[in-house]
């Protein structure tokens, strides 16, 4: 209980300045963040299965709001974007009552990592005028990049400086020391410099921070029929990927979620924000790292930070009235470089470029272009409609392996497992791809049982594996290590008079071997 707390005051020191960032990337007055922080934190508590999993604001869900609120005023906008949530809320309970819970294996993971990389260039651009003291309103297309170097000579001195040294300090810090909460402490810094160096009406401040409850409003029930379409998308990619990260937080904690309970909890948690005046929120992989990280083990941990900032909320936010506005444009780029996740596109690259020896093969190809396709379409043509041409690239792959999978023929009749209760034989279909990977991770986890200690995967009639399914089996492979359940790979091919070799699985190596046989002869531990 005590380092559940912990984990949940040091989380709030960086949860709610980064709650105010997204409120910035979606074009909502700062305190639309926080009203959506509470009631999410405390809804997916309640209703959701992961124990360590963060929801509020993300940079994510907070640039596709933005793309629906953007041809609003400012008064509609704060409107649409509550409308926009309680509609990703609706839909996310609905769903999960019908046990949808399956739609978030419609996206291909290089399709999203695509999307992200995307909406990060672009928050980029939009936080831009902020950090170096333009006038310039922002634009999700990417010509407002010229437009903010064409006046590069037009910024403030005070703000570049105030900006890019913030900027610096949260990439270091985020680099090097991941458990320090450094939204807050560039915040603070930010806050001192611009009092110590009496900069104060020289540079632009956060404005509209107002101490009080939320206020309680149902949002109009045509504004979120119109925005029903929109929605639905940003529950889905927002689901995806909350839904990844709550997968492998259990099989790490030995327990089992529901992905239909994970949508449910996650549509309750949207539409508590949304009564609350807030935004749409989804997972957040960074501030659920940081919570790990520091050692939360139960729910506890999120509701220290929901109570946390329910008190910053009523009575606290004076702490962030001088807080620049500079700070929070870097605070929400950094945010947006990690989203992008630099390392997740490398190593697609990498996967991409050391396909020989891996298990993947040449399906990196189509899964690499995926990914291009996806980012050049959101930077060149906005965020939904690159969001629909990134659906589109997911719809084209799933009927791409569907044909492989014909072509693969039928797969073989499952082996029988020797009567050992330490070994478990799972034989994979023709064809391991994207729509499936997750559900077959969720299947072995069920099947392994405190007595298991070796898992063969059987795919000598599974020609065609592809790169989420092979990113799928090397994290099943790391999460059943932590078990002590050793994971081979039988149906590829290993070098003359070699019983087995290493192959490359995109998350780290696996054991591969020619056949079941060869697996099983290399001994049960």
């Known amino acids: 209980m005590r380092a559940d707390s912990v984990a949940g005051f040091a989380i709030w020191a960086a949860a709610v300045p980064e709650a105010f960032a997204c409120a910035s990337i979606a074009g909502l007055p700062a305190m639309a963040g926080l009203y959506a922080l509470v009631p999410a934190l405390v809804l997916y508590a309640v209703a959701g299965g992961s124990r360590q999993l963060v929801v509020g604001p993300t940079p994510m869900t907070a640039a596709l709001t933005a793309a629906v609120v953007a041809p609003f005023a400012a008064a509609e906008g704060r409107a649409v974007a509550a409308a926009l949530a309680a509609a990703c809320g609706l839909a996310g309970i609905a769903a999960g009552m019908a046990r949808l819970g399956c739609a978030a294996s419609g996206i291909a993971r290089p399709v999203r990592r695509g999307f992200a990389a995307g909406l990060a260039v672009l928050i980029a651009v939009e936080q831009a005028p902020a950090l170096l003291g333009l006038r310039e309103s922002p634009s999700e297309s990417w010509r407002e990049a010229w437009s903010v170097a064409g006046h590069l000579g037009l910024s403030d001195w005070r703000t570049v400086l105030l900006g890019g040294g913030c900027l610096l300090v949260l990439l270091v810090l985020q680099r090097w020391a991941p458990l320090v909460p450094a939204a807050l402490v560039v915040a603070v810094a930010g806050v ?6 009496m900069w104060d009406g020289q540079v632009a401040m956060l ?28 529950l889905l990619i927002g689901f995806a990927e909350g839904l990844t990260l709550a997968e492998t937080l259990a099989a790490r904690g030995g ?12 549509g309750l948690a949207n539409l508590g924000a949304a009564l609350c005046s807030g935004m749409a929120v989804g997972g957040s992989p960074a501030q659920t790292a940081g919570l790990c990280g520091a050692g939360a083990r139960t729910r506890l941990g999120g509701l ?10 009523l009575t606290l936010t004076g702490m962030y009235e001088g807080l620049p506005a500079a700070v929070v444009a870097a605070i929400a780029i950094a945010a947006a470089i990690r989203l992008a996740e630099p390392a997740e596109l490398r190593r697609l690259y990498r996967m991409w470029r050391e396909r020989r020896g891996s298990i993947y093969g040449n399906a990196a190809g189509a899964d690499f272009a995926a990914t291009l396709l996806t980012v050049v379409s959101v930077v060149v043509a906005g965020v939904l409609p690159g969001l629909l041409i990134g659906l589109g690239g997911s719809i084209l792959l799933l009927l791409y392996r569907f044909a492989q999978s014909r072509a693969a023929g039928p797969s073989g009749a499952a082996r029988p497992a020797p009567d050992d209760r330490h070994l478990l034989i799972v034989p994979l279909g023709p064809i391991l791809f994207f729509a499936t990977a997750n559900r077959l991770r969720r299947r072995i986890l069920r099947q392994c049982t405190d007595h298991t200690r070796l898992l063969v995967l059987d795919a000598v009639a599974c020609p065609v594996i592809d790169v989420t399914a092979a990113r799928a089996l090397g994290e099943l492979s790391e999460d059943l290590a932590w078990r002590g359940i050793a994971v081979r790979l039988a149906g590829r091919a290993t070098p003359d008079r070699t019983p087995s070799r290493q192959a490359w699985s995109g998350d780290g190596p696996i054991t591969v071997y020619p056949s079941v046989a060869a697996a099983l002869a290399d001994g049960v531990r």
Not at 216 to 232: H, Q, T
Not at 255 to 266: M, V
Request: no cysteine.
């Open 207 to 234: 404005s509209g921070l107002a101490s009080g409850p939320p206020p309680i409003e149902i949002p109009e029930p045509g504004d979120v029929r119109a925005v029903l379409v929109p929605a639905s998308a940003v």
């Open 255 to 266: 327990y089992r979620i529901s992905a239909h309970r994970e949508l449910f909890g996650l």
């Open 192 to 197: 001192a410099a611009v009092r110590l160096l």
């Open 304 to 313: 220290v930070v929901a109570a946390l900032a329910a008190v910053t909320m």
